[in-house]
T-cell receptor
Framework: GAVVSQHPSRVICKSGTSVKIECRSL??????MFWYRQFPKQSLMLMAT?????????EQGVEKDKFLINHASLTLSTLTVTSAHPEDSSFYIC??????????????FGPGTRLTVL | KQEVTQIPAALSVPEGENLVLNCSFT??????LQWFRQDPGKGLTSLLL?????REQTSGRLNASLDKSSGRSTLYIAASQPGDSATYLC????????????FGQGTELSVKP
């Protein structure tokens, strides 16, 4: 149980285009999901907290108009990188909390999405 | 502001050795602490989670301890194997901050056959 999926696993796009990444909790409901970003050889940095049915909370320094987050259901959150540029190339990882289960203290992570912007 | 530091940044050991990875955090107001494993280019696998009221957790060859007052946690790996080679990340969940995690930089472990 407690599986989180991400789609796509890898995406290459041209500079200026927008890319949407999906994060799904497959076997539990998650009112809260988190989006992290990881540069090579670095740790994960939290970008934003995604709450079902409300606006996301962004960390300081993260542009909310560039990284659009939508959490329309209890099992799906999406991150859209708008007008992507090469500096947005990174590994994006989502996580979800099982709000209703015995493991509600724990976060479960997706497999990540490798974004390369040419 | 909570900061998490992991030492060492990299570690190479021969197979069979017992080893200790260290994690320290600056603010003791934490809800829990988690240890993760990350293989190259992959997501995170949760290894152990320690609640703030707990002192340690064990799973197989892994044992994690927590000393909240001193801001320290250790991950002990017994009888290391080449398959243990990966990056190990420590993350704390601060109190009253919506459940987000603050990660350390990780320790890159290489176990040589």
């Amino acid at each position: 149980g407690a599986v989180v999926s991400q789609h796509p696993s890898r995406v290459i796009c041209k500079s200026g285009t927008s890319v949407k990444i999906e994060c799904r909790s497959l076997d539990f409901q998650a009112t809260t999901m988190f989006w992290y970003r990881q540069f090579p050889k670095q740790s994960l940095m939290l970008m934003a907290t995604s709450n079902e049915g409300s606006k996301a909370t962004y960390e300081q320094g993260v542009e909310k108009d560039k990284f659009l987050i939508n959490h329309a259901s209890l099992t799906l959150s999406t991150l859209t990188v708008t007008s992507a540029h090469p500096e947005d190339s990174s590994f994006y990882i989502c996580s979800a909390r099982d709000q209703g289960g015995l493991l509600y203290n724990e976060q479960f992570f997706g497999p990540g999405t490798r974004l390369t912007v040419l | 502001k909570q900061e998490v530091t992991q030492i060492p940044a990299a570690l190479s050991v021969p197979e069979g050795e017992n080893l200790v990875l260290n994690c320290s955090f600056t603010d003791s107001a934490i809800y829990n602490l988690q240890w993760f494993r990350q293989d190259p280019g992959k997501g995170l696998t949760s290894l152990l989670l320690i609640q703030s009221s707990q002192r340690e957790q064990t799973s197989g060859r892994l044992n994690a301890s927590l000393d909240k007052s001193s801001g320290r946690s250790t991950l002990y790996i017994a009888a290391s194997q080449p398959g243990d080679s990966a990056t190990y990340l420590c993350a704390v969940r601060p109190d009253n901050q919506g459940g987000k995690l603050i990660f350390g930089q990780g320790t890159e472990l290489s176990v040589k056959p």
